[in-house]
């Protein structure tokens, strides 16, 4: 499987993004994706993450509805929402993927497969 993000960009605080994630090769073997991030200086955090199949969502307790995780089967792709940006949302953002019988949804040892990142600069 490869996963290819994009949608980063430079926004002004209180704005939005939206952010896509798009993956190939043996999608079928995929059960769930995610979103992480990792702002400069500090390590991977989990943002959230959707079921392939059945579009059961879950969201980090700091985003407080801030954030939208949707997909689209047909494209193979998800999409990450990101509305009311904070400076500290700062951080450049990976889409990940894993097969199914992973323990939990916000370890990301538990991925198997990583896109390339993208960058998101919110400014004061």
């Known amino acids: 499987v490869q996963l290819q993000a994009f949608g980063g960009g430079l926004v002004q605080a209180g704005g939005s993004l939206r952010l896509s994630c798009a993956a190939s090769?043996?999608?079928?073997?995929?059960?769930?994706m995610g979103w992480f991030r990792q702002a400069p200086g500090q390590g991977r955090e989990f943002v959230t993450a959707?079921?392939?199949?059945?579009?059961?969502?879950y969201y980090a307790d700091f985003l407080k509805g801030r954030f939208t995780i949707s997909r689209d089967n047909a494209k193979n792709t998800v999409y990450l929402e990101m509305n009311s940006l904070k400076p500290e949302d700062t951080a450049v953002y990976y889409c990940?993927?894993?097969?199914?019988?992973?323990?939990?949804?916000?370890?990301?040892?538990?991925?198997?497969?990583w896109g390339q990142g993208t960058k998101v600069t919110v400014s004061s």
């Open positions: 990940a993927a894993r097969g199914p019988n992973a323990r939990t949804v916000v370890d990301g040892s538990q991925y198997d497969y």
């Open positions: 959707i079921t392939w199949s059945g579009g059961r969502r």
């Open positions: 090769g043996r999608t079928f073997s995929i059960d769930v």
